[in-house]
């Protein structure tokens, strides 16, 4: 590859183009030591040697081109196959990350606020009709732990759901059990997508899901929300759609939890889309980039 490469600069070309006109300067020369004209209308050995020169030029030169078009493609291929892979273990690492601080919160700051709900509970039964004021402060800080607690759930939530150890297909049937309950509203899903792929955007997807639903739930007055996550080669697709009345505006507003979502999509290297109109429901677009990307075939002429 790379003697063809050599090949294909000026200095080179240059040489073949000397090399050619060298011929046809030793051609002109044995045509005019030849002797005797040739008849009319008989082409001479030098327009034969020139045309046969120039056909082979105009070959060569084709040629050339050819393969530069095709190693052109080869290196873009490879250079957008070396993006997708870094951008996919990027992705990884962002998301190995989100799940040791996740457990480090839990197994540290978790563990404190426990002990400490525990001694404040054992406090409170030993000052029990003792001071009523110190009762309702410690009633009231003990209060203050369990919305700490909560709020810590939250964050862990966020960072690594846990319905997600089940796997994303069981993740998602959960959420949409759950909304179907209490909304009332009629679900159904098609996967296609095995479980590395769910694995690799698990969370964002989870959220993403979490967030659509909840918009459908408080806007959407649907009747039916259908979810679909398919495989296509290297890339995963996810569609959320709803037949409710639609997002108002053209394009459509998006409230805080959407745009945030965007910029988490994008930031994984993927895309995010919403179709709507007035009165003919809403559709979510979602497409992202899987971490295993074959590398390129060499291009032969």
Same mark, same amino acid.
């Given at each position: 590859?790379?003697?063809?490469?050599?090949?294909?600069?000026?200095?080179?070309?240059?040489?073949?183009?000397?090399?050619?006109?060298?011929?046809?300067?030793?051609?002109?020369?044995?045509?005019?030591?030849?002797?005797?004209?040739?008849?009319?209308?008989?082409?001479?050995?030098?327009?034969?040697?020139?045309?046969?020169?120039? $056909?082979?030029? /105009?070959?060569?030169?084709?040629?050339?081109?050819?393969?530069?078009?095709?190693?052109?493609?080869?290196?873009?291929?490879?250079?957008?196959?070396?993006?997708?892979?870094?951008?996919?273990?990027?992705?990884?690492?962002? /998301?190995?990350?989100?799940?040791?601080? $996740?457990?480090?919160?839990?197994?540290?700051?978790?563990?404190?606020?426990?002990?400490?709900?525990?001694?404040?509970?054992?406090?409170?039964?030993?000052?029990?009709?003792?001071?009523?004021?110190?009762?309702?402060?410690?009633?009231?800080?003990?209060?203050?732990?369990?919305?700490?607690?909560?709020?810590?759930?939250?964050?862990?939530?966020?960072?690594?759901?846990?319905?997600?150890?089940?796997?994303?297909?069981?993740?998602?049937?959960?959420?949409?059990?759950?909304?179907?309950?209490?909304?009332?509203?009629?679900?159904?899903?098609?996967?296609?997508?095995?479980?590395?792929?769910?694995?690799?955007?698990?969370?964002?997807?989870?959220?993403?899901?979490?967030?659509?639903?909840?918009?459908?739930?408080?806007?959407?007055?649907?009747?039916?929300?259908?979810?679909?996550?398919?495989?296509?080669?290297?890339?995963?697709?996810?569609?959320?759609?709803?037949?409710?009345?639609?997002?108002?505006?053209?394009?459509?507003?998006? $409230?805080?939890?959407?745009?945030?979502?965007?910029?988490?999509?994008?930031?994984?290297?993927?895309?995010?889309?919403?179709?709507?109109?007035?009165?003919? $429901?809403?559709?979510?677009?979602?497409?992202?980039?899987?971490?295993?990307?074959?590398?390129?075939?060499?291009?032969?002429?």
């Amino acid at each position: 590859m790379d003697m063809v490469q050599r090949w294909l600069r000026p200095p080179y070309r240059l040489s073949i183009l000397a090399c050619l006109a060298a011929a046809a300067l030793a051609a002109l020369h044995a045509s005019h030591a030849a002797g005797p004209m040739q008849p009319a209308g008989t082409p001479s050995p030098l327009m034969l040697a020139c045309a046969v020169l120039l $056909g082979a030029l /105009a070959l060569l030169l084709w040629r050339q081109h050819r393969l530069a078009l095709r190693l052109q493609a080869l290196e873009q291929l490879r250079a957008e196959a070396e993006q997708a892979r870094l951008a996919g273990e990027q992705h990884k690492a962002r /998301a190995q990350e989100r799940l040791r601080i $996740g457990r480090d919160i839990h197994d540290d700051l978790g563990q404190h606020l426990l002990t400490l709900k525990i001694d404040l509970a054992m406090l409170q039964t030993s000052t029990h009709d003792a001071a009523p004021l110190l009762a309702r402060q410690l009633a009231m800080m003990a209060r203050n732990i369990d919305l700490s607690i909560a709020a810590l759930r939250c964050v862990i939530h966020d960072l690594r759901p846990p319905a997600l150890d089940a796997g994303l297909q069981a993740a998602c049937d959960g959420l949409l059990a759950d909304f179907k309950r209490t909304t009332g509203i009629a679900c159904s899903c098609d996967y296609r997508l095995d479980a590395a792929a769910g694995s690799a955007h698990g969370p964002l997807l989870y959220h993403v899901l979490q967030e659509a639903l909840a918009n459908i739930a408080r806007h959407a007055r649907a009747t039916h929300v259908q979810l679909s996550l398919q495989q296509a080669g290297a890339t995963l697709a996810c569609r959320i759609s709803d037949d409710g009345v639609g997002l108002s505006g053209s394009p459509p507003r998006l $409230g805080c939890g959407l745009s945030g979502m965007h910029e988490r999509v994008a930031a994984a290297g993927g895309s995010l889309h919403i179709e709507s109109r007035s009165g003919a $429901g809403t559709t979510l677009r979602l497409s992202l980039p899987l971490a295993a990307c074959e590398e390129a075939p060499l291009l032969h002429d």
